[in-house]
């Protein structure tokens, strides 16, 4: 079983937005700090966002450029990515990613849950 588990993604249109949910909704574990990466065809997973539910700390990488955001729903136990002005470079397999203890980061090794991943195309 999957322990997180990611929807939104799909195809849009560049300028579109998009909004990622990843939730651990049901399972027995608490989210302490969460993540998103992506990949694309041919390249390694990279870090996009992350979150720490400690100080509210966030984190993004400088391709993001101020375009995306990552917030939470405790109650849920559940991430969200809110991606504004998409570029077709953003086009990727998005993966959420979580720890039930320490702290997350820009370091995949950060992180003990991972998600299936969720398609995102952007058409120019």
């Known amino acids: 079983q999957v322990p997180l588990v990611e929807s939104g993604g799909g195809l849009v249109q560049a300028g579109d937005s998009l909004r990622l949910s990843c939730s651990a909704s049901?399972?027995?574990?608490?989210?302490?700090?969460a993540g998103w990466f992506r990949q694309s065809p041919g390249k390694e997973r990279v870090f996009v966002a992350y979150m720490n539910w400690s100080g509210g700390t966030t984190c993004y990488a400088a391709a993001i450029g101020g375009r995306f955001t990552i917030s939470r729903d405790n109650a849920a136990n559940t991430v969200y990515l809110q991606m504004n002005s998409l570029k077709p470079e953003d086009a990727a397999v998005y993966y959420c990613?979580?720890?039930?203890?320490?702290?997350?980061?820009?370091?995949?090794?950060?992180?003990?849950?991972w998600g299936q991943g969720t398609q995102v195309n952007v058409s120019s």
């Open positions: 049901g399972r027995t574990f608490i989210i302490l700090a």
């Open positions: 990613a979580a720890t039930v203890s320490g702290t997350a980061s820009q370091v995949r090794e950060s992180y003990n849950l």
